[in-house]
């Protein structure tokens, strides 16, 4: 996501004719938007996104297992 933000403040920049950006060419220019989309497609085919997601929806879980055990007074479970 940063790799977009960095690609579309260049490509204004660009085409504001805004400081060194202007002189610059445009491949460098739009560089940022070609490795958001190799990062892309390289988190989807190797899992990370997918892996991320569900690593997110176990710590939803238990936060609220948890939080459902500290309301009825059993304090949270103690992992090993």
Do not use: C, H
Request: proline share 5%; aromatic share 12%; no cysteine.
């Amino acid at each position: 996501m940063y790799l977009l933000g960095i690609g579309i403040v260049l490509l204004l920049m660009k085409y504001l004719e805004i400081g060194p950006v202007a002189i610059w060419p445009w491949w460098v220019v739009l560089s940022p938007f070609a490795l958001a989309a190799a990062w892309w497609t390289w988190a989807d085919m190797t899992g990370y996104t997918k892996r991320k997601a569900v690593e997110r929806e176990n710590e939803r879980r238990q936060a609220r297992i948890d939080r459902s055990r500290a309301d009825l007074g059993m304090g949270p479970k103690k992992r090993k």
